[in-house]
């Protein structure tokens, strides 16, 4: 272990100290306090942003070939740090409303982010399963925080006993792709793949993984357990791992196919397409039939994963696909805004006892909140891909990327599923605007804070998107 | 290649068939006096109390997942010990870490109650 190794890992274990010595510190704040430890929360993950930021200097591997740091891992951190702050901010007055504050809620959360961030530095099959599982357990248990709410432990278990047999699947591909190369390091696997000696085997393994991380994605077919989860779970916890959980997975499958699993494009690329049009498909059109927002928008990340997905489709073309994984990089930020403006306006407008989640209670917001109204107008409208707005950048990034790729049928089908997402995106603006009713909204300095930011930050860096897209070639290209 | 393991195999046939052979002379030859108290359950000799199903506290299960904790622990710490001399100071400050973790897991069930029974 030498001061590289450390440095490379810097903000990561930084982050784990935190979150172990909050662990303890909690333990002395009295309950009802526990807005103390949220803060330090927030604190960490604030400190562990800036560290990220600042590791500017060269890039390279570390402890043994296990983790590596470079300017995609150092992107993907960033934005994974800013998930778990407005994790924070959104979980802070939701928590107390909800009558299930306990400052576990906030080491859980940190850890899970660490797991995450692990994730996108791992540069070996060991570590990716470590990370997935770092990240995956603290996620179940937030899952059934609302405890001894039928809904939620129910969501906690589906999620725990799925996510389980899920890792099952990746444990069993990364044994095979072992059994395959000699070898779990990603570079290694590269340099076995390319003498054509892996064979039958490592195709198997690879398609193993991928039904592990098509699972912590929600691909469909593997995405059975998202809206009952997603609906059960705490509205805060559900914003957190909408986001969270997908940027850390396709990471993931970033690396380990743009990467270690490129020479077997000529397997895959149909799979890949097959499961990027299904999803984009079936998470559409099943949205439409949704009346309680929480699996509306469950639905809606689902078929999101879809479009992220296509930017894997590409993956044996060697001059597309860092211009692609960028655009899906790049879909990821705008997801993760989105995401979290969406939730906060539901969390808004949340009551005791899961009220005021049904679309009809969304009636007359146009009226009564005019700005809450206009900020969820704006993250619908994002979601749909419509302008002004971050979605419609991504998509258009998206879709040049796949259409550069020859791949015109999925772009095609892009495009539609779009217009079928527009039926439900738009039903609740025109519910909001149209329809008469008293909905009745909480105000929460961070919570105000979180939708106003990202409903402002969707629509402004949408009318320069350039910088940012730059910024996540620049992170992308660095792989290649 | 599997020959080297013929002695196994005999061994393993050996010691079945010998059992197996106990078992068999005594249901054949051996005399049956059927008490009452011949066939209850053998409960470490004393007298049985209630049915073999009985319930478990459900707290049960808390300790038995602090056990398995620490049981992961000590299968870490022995095979260190072994290997202790050729790790060096590496091998300590790597196992103190490890350690400090646990401990940290440690002194929160302690504080959280989670080693009382009441």
């Known amino acids: ?480 | 290649m599997l020959l080297q393991y013929i002695a196994i195999a005999i061994l393993i046939f050996l010691s079945t068939a010998l059992a197996g052979l106990v078992i068999v002379l005594g249901e054949l030859f051996g005399p049956r006096v059927k008490t009452n108290v011949k066939s209850m359950p053998y409960e470490s000799g004393m007298t049985p109390i209630g049915p073999g199903t009985r319930r478990m506290p459900v707290r049960f299960y808390l300790i038995a997942m602090l056990f398995i904790l620490f049981d992961i622990e000590i299968i870490f710490l022995l095979p260190w010990a072994v290997v202790f001399r050729k790790l060096g100071v590496f091998g300590l400050v790597e196992m103190l870490i490890f350690i400090l973790i646990l401990l940290v897991g440690y002194l929160y069930a302690w504080k959280k109650g989670a080693l009382e029974w009441e």
Not at chain 1, 194 to 216: P, Q, R
């Open chain 1, 1 to 480: 272990m030498t001061q590289a190794d450390l440095y490379t890992l810097l903000p990561l274990i930084v982050l784990v100290i935190w979150a172990c010595a909050l662990l303890l510190v909690d333990l002395l704040i009295p309950r009802g306090r526990k807005g103390i430890t949220a803060f330090l929360a927030a604190l960490g993950l604030a400190l562990t942003l800036g560290l990220t930021l600042a590791q500017v200097s060269a890039a390279g591997t570390a402890f043994q070939g296990m983790v590596v740091l470079d300017g995609f891992a150092r992107f993907v951190n960033a934005l994974l740090a800013l998930t778990g702050l407005l994790g924070v901010g959104l979980a802070y007055g939701y928590v107390r409303r909800m009558g299930i504050e306990r400052g576990e809620y906030y080491t859980l959360l940190l850890f899970s982010v660490a797991g995450m961030m692990l994730m996108a530095q791992a540069a070996d099959l060991i570590v990716v399963f470590l990370a997935l599982e770092l990240l995956s357990i603290p996620l179940y248990i937030l899952a059934a925080f609302a405890r001894p709410k039928e809904t939620s432990e129910e969501a906690g278990l589906k999620y725990f006993l799925l996510g389980a047999f899920a890792t099952g699947f990746v444990v069993y591909g990364i044994a095979l792709t072992f059994g395959a190369t000699g070898t779990t390091s990603l570079s290694g696997i590269i340099a076995a793949a390319s003498n054509g000696d892996a064979g039958l085997l490592l195709t198997i393994g690879a398609a193993l993984i991928l039904v592990g991380f098509g699972f912590k994605v929600a691909v469909v077919p593997f995405h059975m357990w998202t809206p009952d989860v997603y609906q059960g779970a705490p509205s805060a916890v559900t914003a957190f791992m909408a986001a969270g959980a997908k940027i850390a997975g396709f990471a993931a499958l970033l690396r380990v196919f743009g990467l270690a699993f490129s020479s077997l494009s000529a397997d895959l690329t149909a799979i890949l397409w097959t499961l990027s049009a299904l999803t984009m498909i079936v998470g559409n059109i099943l949205a439409i039939a949704q009346t309680n927002i929480k699996r509306l928008l469950a639905y809606s990340s689902i078929a999101h994963a879809g479009y992220i997905l296509m930017a894997f489709v590409p993956f044996g073309n060697a001059e597309v696909l860092p211009v692609s994984v960028a655009a899906g990089v790049f879909y990821l930020v705008a997801y993760t805004l989105t995401n979290f403006g969406a939730w906060a306006v539901v969390i808004a407008l949340e009551k005791a006892e899961g009220r005021g989640l049904d679309l009809d209670d969304y009636a007359g917001l146009g009226r009564k909140y005019p700005a809450l109204a206009a900020a969820m107008t704006v993250f619908m409208l994002s979601l749909t891909g419509v302008p002004p707005t971050l979605g419609l950048v991504g998509k258009f990034y998206l879709f040049r990327a796949v259409i550069a790729g020859g791949f015109y049928g999925l772009a095609v089908i892009g495009v539609l599923t779009s217009l079928i997402s527009a039926y439900y995106y738009l039903r609740v603006v025109v519910i909001m605007y149209m329809r008469e009713g008293e909905p009745e909204r909480v105000s929460e300095p961070w919570l105000n804070l979180t939708w106003a930011a990202s409903a402002l930050a969707v629509v402004l860096i949408s009318l320069v998107p350039a910088p940012l897209f730059a910024w996540a070639s620049q992170a992308v290209f660095a792989l290649f």
